[in-house]
Each structure stands twice: as structure tokens, then as C-alpha cells.
């Protein structure tokens, strides 16, 4: 199927054809995904491709996508495009969110053994925390310590959304490491 059939159909909302497509690239693109991704279950690589084709639906409707007689290296490249950005996502997030946990973790309970580091870790956050406003410090305690989630954490701090709470944290995070950047124990 080209293109501008496909186009045409979805724009005249008759969906077989782009249903179509949807079902006769499916195995090859989850395949392809969990051969280049080991890490990622069924239900990961089903919903990158999921995404991976709203986002093509959406370049076809907005004339970007050129009709280079592929449309499966397309979509596969999408999906690999979409599992990518996933995973460096999830990376920086466990990344940054040990890095904090480390120094949320109380003396005796941390895996490092350095008895000074250890104070030299807590003295920092202590002073990062006190230099935050109340809300940020909030915020941050009630993530990383509390362990809540974005919706109880917008709930108990009168947040418009799970997404507001989301934004302030991440916020929040990023003015703590200026904070300790900056701190000489």
C-alpha cells in the first residue's frame, strides 16, 4: 500500500487499510524490538509499538512521511527510535533516583562502608534540604523517602495534576543538586 492510499483512507476515516498495516507489521516490529532490546517484556515492546504507530499515523497525516516504497523499515525504525528514547528515560531516572537514595539513606543502612563518607553524604543533603523551600523539600522527602507516587504526592500538596507534581519534583531535584553542587562540607 502507498502512501498517499493510505492517507486518503485515514483522512476519509476508513481505517481497514491503516488496520491492516497495523496487523501485518506487528510481529515483524516486536520481533525486531526484542531482538535489539533483551530487556524489554512483551508487554514494553506492544506498547512502544503502539506509540510507535500513532506516531507514524500522525507524520502521515501531517505530510511527513515520504513515499519510499518501505513503509515497514518505517515503522520498525519508529519503534527502535521509541524503545530508545524509553530506555535512556528509564536510565536517567534510576540513575538519578539511586544517586539521591543514597543520600536519602540513613547511617548503617547504606551499602557504603566508608563510616566518614557516609556522614559526609548525609551533612550534604541535610544542608541541600534546609536551603530548599518548604514545598520543594516536601516534594522531594515524600518521592524518595515516603516513596509516593506522582498522584498521592499531587493529592497531599493540592496539585492540579499527577503531571504538576511530576514537573515541581523534577524541578525540586534539580535545584537540590545545584544546592549540593555548590555545598563544601
Keep these: ?12 476515516n476508513h481505517l481497514a487499510p491503516f488496520t491492516e498495516l497495523y496487523r501485518s507489521f506487528k510481529p515483524y516490529c516486536l520481533a525486531t524490538l526484542k531482538s535489539k532490546h533483551k530487556n524489554l517484556d512483551h ?4 506498547a512502544i509499538y503502539d506509540d510507535a504507530i500513532i506516531i507514524f499515523r500522525d507524520n502521515l497525516l501531517a505530510n511527513k512521511v515520504v513515499d519510499n ?3 515497514k523499515t518505517y515503522i520498525t525504525g519508529i519503534c527502535l527510535n521509541v524503545a530508545n528514547n524509553l530506555l535512556r528515560k528509564n536510565q536517567r531516572y534510576n540513575s538519578k533516583k539511586a544517586t539521591i537514595g ?7 543502612h547504606t551499602p557504603i ?6 556522614e559526609t553524604l548525609y551533612l550534604t543533603l541535610q544542608k541541600g534540604l534546609e536551603q530548599l523551600g518548604d514545598k520543594c523539600k516536601n516534594v522531594i522527602v515524600s518521592f524518595y523517602i515516603d516513596q509516593l507516587s506522582m498522584e498521592e504526592i499531587a493529592k497531599k500538596y493540592n496539585f492540579a495534576s499527577k ?16 544546592i549540593i553542587a555548590s555545598i563544601n562540607v
Aim: charge should be negative; charged fraction near 40%; hydrophobic fraction near 35%.
Design 163 to 178: 503531571d504538576v507534581a511530576k514537573t515541581t519534583k523534577s524541578r525540586c531535584f534539580k535545584k537540590l543538586q545545584a
Design 113 to 118: 562502608e566508608d563510616l566518614e563518607y557516609k
Design 102 to 108: 543514597l543520600l536519602f539513606e540513613t547511617q548503617g
Design 1 to 12: 500500500m502507498d502512501i498517499k492510499t493510505l492517507r486518503d483512507a485515514l483522512l476519509s
Design 43 to 46: 508487554d514494553d515492546c506492544e
Design 69 to 71: 516504497g518501505n513503509l
